[in-house]
C-alpha cells in the first residue's frame, strides 16, 4: 500500500461555477489539499445552481456545488482589497499548483497574474482556464457551455438531420474542460518537481471542444482529406440494431452484419437469417425490412426487461446495453459491487449519496471524501496556519476581508 497519488501536494483553488471546480475537484479526490477561496458573503456562484434536497434553494445544499467541491477546504477572501490579494499571495507562496478560471486580465489587475505569483513561488504551476484562452482576437469575448459547444464543439453533427442542431445536456463542456485542467496541471507538476520550476497553463474551453476527441477532432482529420463537413445523422430504423423498447424500458442492441444470424437465434426465430429479404447486407438496408424484423423482434423484447435482454444479448455474442436513467444507474448492481458510490454527510444537507471517483487506483490509499465546505468553514484553520493571529483574523473579518 502507498500513500495517494496527490498526498503532500497543495492547490490554491480560485475558481467559481463549473470548470474550475471540477479542475480542483479531481486533484482534491486524489489526495490534494485544496483551499477553496470564496466571495464573503456570496461564495461561489454554483451554490445558486440546484437540484436542492426538497427542491428548497440554499446556499449550502446546492447540489452542483456539493457535488463539485468535495475534498476541500473552503476559505472567504476579498480578492478585490489589497489585504485580501496579500493573503492569496501568502497562499501561493505555499502552493504547488493554483487554478483559477477568472476573464484574462482579471487575475494581473488583482495583482496576482503569474508573473507575481513566479516572483513569489518560482516552482508554482498556475492553470488557467478562461473562455478563448488568454490570447487572440476572442479573448475577451463571453461565452457558455452553449456557445463553445457550437464554436468548437460538434453540434452540428448532433441532433436530428432535418432540425436545427442540438446540444447535448447538461454542462458537458465545462465539465470536460475542468477534467482537461486537471490533467494538465499534473503534468506540469511533473516537471516543476524535477525542473524546480513552475509554468503557466492556458486551457481554453474554446479549444477543448475543438480538439474533442470523441466527436469534433475525427471530422476535423476528415475534412483536412476531404474536405466533408460532417452532417446530423438521418434517423432511420436499421435492421436488428439501434433503441427499441422493451418491458421495463428501452435496450440498444447491435444485431447488423455478422451478427444478424446471432439475433435472429436469440429471439427464437434463426428462419429469419435465411429470409429472402433479410439474407443479405442489401435487403437489410431496405428501411422496409427494419419493420419486417420487428414484428418478430419487438414482441419478443416486450417479454424481457432490460437487464434480462442484456443479458441474453451479450450471451448471444452482441453488443449490448440497457438505456439508463438516473435511477436505474443509482440500482445498478455492477456499480454496487465495485463500490462505485459514495455516502458523505454534509452538515446542512445531511447525508447524500455521491458518483465515486472516475478511476480506481489499486494499492493507493485514497483518503475518505470530505464534503464540500461551508462558506468560509476553514477560513481561521487557514489563516492560523499562515501565522495570523486570532486577533488578526477577527480585524480582517471586521473589515469584510474574510
Known amino acids: 500500500m502507498f500513500d495517494n497519488a496527490l498526498a503532500g501536494v497543495r492547490v490554491l483553488d480560485l475558481t467559481h461555477h463549473v470548470a474550475g471546480p471540477q479542475c480542483t475537484k479531481l486533484l482534491g479526490d486524489y489526495g490534494a489539499d485544496v483551499i477553496k477561496v470564496e466571495r464573503p458573503g456570496a461564495g461561489d456562484s454554483a451554490r445558486a445552481m440546484g437540484p436542492y434536497p426538497g427542491d428548497e434553494p440554499h446556499p449550502e445544499k446546492s447540489g452542483m456545488f456539493l457535488h463539485l467541491n468535495t475534498s476541500k477546504r473552503g476559505i472567504t477572501l476579498d480578492l478585490k482589497d489589497p489585504a485580501g490579494a496579500q493573503i492569496a499571495k501568502d497562499l501561493a507562496a505555499t502552493a504547488d499548483i493554483v487554478v483559477e478560471n477568472f476573464r484574462p486580465g482579471v487575475m494581473d489587475r488583482l495583482g496576482l497574474g503569474y508573473d507575481e505569483l513566479e516572483a513569489i513561488n518560482p516552482a508554482v504551476v498556475v492553470a488557467s482556464i478562461s473562455n478563448f484562452g488568454q490570447t487572440g482576437p476572442y479573448r475577451d469575448l463571453k461565452s457558455s457551455d452553449l456557445v463553445a459547444y457550437a464554436m468548437g464543439g460538434p453540434m452540428n453533427i448532433t441532433g436530428h438531420a432535418d432540425r436545427e442542431p442540438l446540444k447535448l445536456a447538461g454542462n458537458i463542456v465545462a465539465m470536460h474542460s475542468g477534467s482537461v485542467a486537471a490533467y494538465a496541471s499534473t ?9 524546480g520550476e513552475g509554468q503557466h497553463i492556458d486551457v481554453s474551453v474554446y479549444e477543448t471542444q475543438a480538439g474533442f476527441r470523441d466527436r469534433r477532432v475525427v471530422w476535423l482529420t476528415a475534412h483536412s482529406y476531404t474536405g466533408y463537413l460532417g452532417s446530423r445523422p438521418d434517423p432511420a430504423v436499421r435492421v436488428a440494431s439501434g433503441t427499441r423498447p422493451c418491458a421495463d ?54 417479454e424481457h426487461t432490460m437487464l434480462e435482454a442484456v443479458t441474453v444479448a451479450q450471451e448471444h455474442h452482441l453488443l449490448a446495453g440497457p438505456i439508463n436513467n438516473v435511477e436505474d444507474i ?29 478511476f480506481k487506483m489499486y494499492g493507493a490509499e485514497l483518503p475518505h471524501r470530505s464534503p464540500a465546505p461551508l462558506l468560509g468553514q476553514h477560513t481561521d484553520e487557514v ?16 473589515r469584510g476581508i474574510v
Not at 503534468?187 to 525542473?195: I, M, Q
Not at 428462419?271 to 428501411?287: F, K, M, Q, T
Not at 489563516?383 to 471586521?398: F, H, P, V, Y
Request: aromatic share 12%.
Open 187 to 195: 503534468l506540469a507538476l511533473f516537471d516543476a518537481e524535477d525542473s
Open 249 to 302: 424500458g428501452y435496450v440498444n442492441i447491435l444485431g447488423f452484419g455478422p451478427r444478424f444470424r446471432n439475433i435472429c437465434e436469440m429471439i427464437g426465430h434463426p428462419e429469419l437469417a435465411d429470409h429472402p429479404v433479410l439474407s443479405n447486407p442489401a435487403g437489410r438496408s431496405d428501411p422496409e425490412a427494419a419493420y419486417l424484423f420487428d414484428e418478430y423482434y419487438i414482441p419478443w423484447l416486450m
Open 330 to 358: 443509482f440500482h445498478d448492481p455492477h456499480f454496487a459491487e465495485r463500490g462505485f458510490w459514495d455516502p458523505i454527510e454534509h452538515p446542512r444537507a445531511g447525508e447524500l449519496t455521491y458518483p465515486g471517483r472516475p
Open 383 to 398: 489563516l492560523s496556519e499562515l501565522g495570523r493571529s486570532a486577533e488578526d483574523i477577527a480585524e480582517l473579518r471586521e
